[in-house]
């Protein structure tokens, strides 16, 4: 199994339009935070984890070439509005991509994105996809994706884990509570991914404070933050947090 984070930014990325603050200006490239996706290799398939504003810039900066499935957390701009771009996947593949998500978040979907995949449509004009409600575990070539619901505020989104080649990872990018049933879920994790927007409480977002009570709760064997906001500055945070949680950047990979 191998992952790169392709965003690991808030909604407004970093550095944030119109901000002059010591983050936004930074010239420590760990600085530059794309909005959240994740890319995942595993079991023989290329997965990929939402698909924002930033996600041609993305793919052609991280050398992504293939998407075999596209799982979305929830329909929030900053996690589908580079929904698009999957054509130029699709089209490459000459092949349907599906699309996964919850049964809101695919309804959602179909709406925003209403024009995709019409019969009448062609290879390359339109993404090709086959939009999939996803309610249990499904298998992608030698991988198992099951969602893992949280609640993002008020309102219920998913979080995914990923089980390949006799490795878990667990991808949860926008999340303020977990259930117990969900915890079950992140046991004998290898690698933990959650949601650390900044300091101090959020009405949406685990706060970094609660991200790293959360990640240790959780005990994976490598845990990192993401979802980062101009708040925190790589190299300060990253040596305030304990040993075995790690501030990731754009284009980190891991093997």
């Known amino acids: 199994m191998k992952f790169t984070f392709l965003g690991t930014g808030t909604s407004h990325g970093v550095p944030m339009i119109g901000c002059n603050c010591a983050v936004c200006r930074s010239d420590n490239p760990k600085n530059k935070r794309r909005r959240c996706s994740l890319y995942v290799q595993a079991g023989g398939k290329h997965l990929l984890f939402d698909t924002p504003p930033d996600l041609r810039d993305q793919v052609l900066t991280f050398g992504v070439e293939r998407v075999d499935a596209v799982f979305i957390t929830h329909p929030h701009a900053d996690h589908i509005f580079g929904f698009d771009d999957i054509r130029r996947f699709s089209d490459l593949q000459q092949a349907h991509i599906h699309v996964y998500g919850s049964p809101e978040t695919i309804a959602s979907m179909r709406t925003k994105f209403d024009y995709v ?6 290879f390359g004009g339109v993404p090709r996809v ?11 070539g030698g991988a198992k994706v099951t969602p893992v619901p ?21 991808y949860i990018p926008d999340c303020s509570g977990i259930s117990t049933k969900s915890f079950q879920i992140l046991e004998r994790l290898d690698v933990m991914i959650l949601d650390g927007l900044r300091p101090g409480r959020h009405a949406t977002h685990f706060s970094i404070e609660e991200c790293v009570e959360n990640l240790q709760r959780i005990g994976a064997k490598r845990s990192f933050l993401t979802h ?6 790589h190299d300060t945070l990253q040596a305030s947090l304990p040993v075995g949680i790690e501030v990731p950047w754009d284009g980190l990979t891991v093997s």
Request: without cysteine; negative net charge; charged residues 25%.
């Open 117 to 122: 995949d019409k019969p009448s449509h062609s």
């Open 130 to 140: 086959v939009f999939t409600e996803m309610t249990a575990p499904v298998e992608i």
């Open 150 to 170: 949280v609640m993002h505020g008020e309102e219920p989104v998913y979080g995914f884990l990923v089980e390949a080649d006799g490795r878990r990872l667990a």
């Open 228 to 233: 980062l906001t101009h708040h925190s500055d």
